[in-house]
């Protein structure tokens, strides 16, 4: 198969031989990586079909969405048919991508992760509010399939920096809170990225922030969640797309570091970056950060 370039072959789990795309010459990719997206008619899976098709590394090879009515996905700009599917497992069959891309929901997301792994494919998961264990399970797959993942709460490069500068004053202040804003859709609270957060703030405190603790709470949860000493408060409004800000704090003054999506297409880059990084990789890696040689 493919002499002089050495393909990769594996058994489908009919039996069949299937071709994986990602081929190497030099450490270097030399095809396509083919990427099948679930939840591909969500909000942010039409972004990442669209992004996928306009990249010329990559393949949009299928997609997969629950109750979908037609048998292929519609894609302007794309001269060749996107299988679209409900039933992941025999999509992933037909279609033997390298990586499936999920955004679609917590629980969704881990099945989804199972059968994929099985297949040895690699994942790039967008989904938000996946469970320690859960991460945990997806890191063993990667060891056990010899597959690589990515897991990112955040795709934004400024998301990603807000976490890294929010590290840097961590190690300064004693006080910090979270005020994070989304659209009033989100399923989710709080979300993903502000946990990321408050933990990478934590990691590099070294102790938990100092809660003012004020006694009585007049009107229940208004004081936000609370995560080793940092207030988490979620706002949630039509008017939003997504948003943080993070509000650092001693005697006499304040830091605030505020971040900003006005649009879906902010996530795209980091989702085509961790497609093209995953497959080169046999583990887990953790947030956008990791891919981008933050100091
Ligand atoms: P959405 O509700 O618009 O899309 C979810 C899609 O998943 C829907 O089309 C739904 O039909 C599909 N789905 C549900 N169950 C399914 C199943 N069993 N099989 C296949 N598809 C199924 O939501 P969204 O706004 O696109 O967000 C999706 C996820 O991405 C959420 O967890 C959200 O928090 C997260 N998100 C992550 C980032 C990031 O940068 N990592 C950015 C934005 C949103």
């Not at 264990?133 to 060891?143: L, Q, T």
Request: some cysteine; charged content about 20%; glycine content about 10%.
């Amino acid at each position: 198969m493919f002499p002089g370039i050495g393909g990769e072959e594996i058994r489908g789990l009919s039996g069949a031989i299937v071709v994986r795309r990602v081929l190497w010459v030099k450490g270097k990719i030399v095809k396509n990586i083919g990427v099948v997206v679930n939840g591909a008619l969500g909000r942010m899976g039409q972004e990442v079909t669209r992004a996928v098709a306009r990249e010329a590394e990559l393949k949009l090879v299928g997609a997969v969405d629950k109750e979908v009515f037609q048998q292929s996905l519609p894609l302007a700009d794309v001269s060749y048919i996107v299988p679209l599917s409900d039933d992941i497992d025999s999509l992933l069959e037909q279609c033997a991508p390298d990586v499936l891309v999920d955004f679609t929901n917590a629980e969704v997301c881990l099945a989804t992760a199972r059968i994929a792994a099985k297949r040895h494919i690699n994942l790039v998961i967008g989904t938000t509010g996946i469970a320690e264990e859960s991460v945990a399970e997806i890191a063993e797959m990667c060891r056990t399939y010899k597959i690589g993942a990515m897991i990112a709460p955040n795709f934004s490069l400024g998301a990603a920096l807000l976490i890294h500068l929010s590290q840097i004053a961590a190690r300064f202040f004693d006080c910090a809170e979270i005020l994070e804003m989304h659209h009033n859709r989100k399923i989710d609270a709080p979300s993903g990225t502000s946990i990321a957060t408050a933990k990478a703030m934590l990691q590099a405190h070294g102790k938990p922030f100092t809660y003012p603790d004020l006694g009585e709470e007049v009107v229940r949860g208004t004081r936000g969640g609370q995560l080793g000493g940092i207030a988490i408060h979620s706002q949630r409004l039509p008017g939003f797309m997504a948003g943080q800000e993070v509000v650092f704090s001693e005697m006499g003054e304040t830091l605030k570091l505020r971040h900003e999506a006005i649009s879906r297409e902010c996530y795209m880059p980091g989702v085509v970056l961790a497609i093209k990084e995953v497959v080169k990789h046999q583990e887990l890696i953790y947030g956008l950060d990791a891919l981008l040689a933050l100091e």
